[in-house]
């Protein structure tokens, strides 16, 4: 029911969750719309691609690279990467040299 409100050239703004998850699926692929998320699961699912990533991190290494202490965050970020043009690591000063355990 929630799918047929979300017509061509509207904008959609859907939050986190399973039950955004399943809404974003049911989206039909070719609906011309905008879709605003904050879940990096719901962006991926939709094949959003973008010419930009803001990339937040919680340690940067030249070895590891960028990386983040939660290994489901790693995956849906490395499907965002692979959706943007260009990336930019967000990394303060005292992420610098540090690494997270999970390194991913």
């Known amino acids: 029911m929630a ?12 939050g986190g969750g399973t039950t955004a998850l399943a809404v974003g699926h049911a989206l039909p692929k070719d609906l ?12 991926a699912a939709r094949n959003v691609s973008a010419g930009f990533f803001l990339l937040g991190v919680t340690g940067v290494r030249p070895e590891a690279g960028p990386t983040t202490g939660d290994a489901e965050d790693a995956a849906r970020e490395r499907a965002l990467v692979a959706r943007a043009a260009d990336i930019c690591v967000l990394g303060s000063a005292e992420k610098t040299g540090t690494a997270s355990r999970s390194a991913d």
């Open 3 to 14: 799918v047929g409100q979300v017509r061509p050239g509207g904008v959609v703004i859907l």
């Open 32 to 43: 011309a719309c905008t879709v605003i998320t904050h879940s990096p699961t719901i962006a």
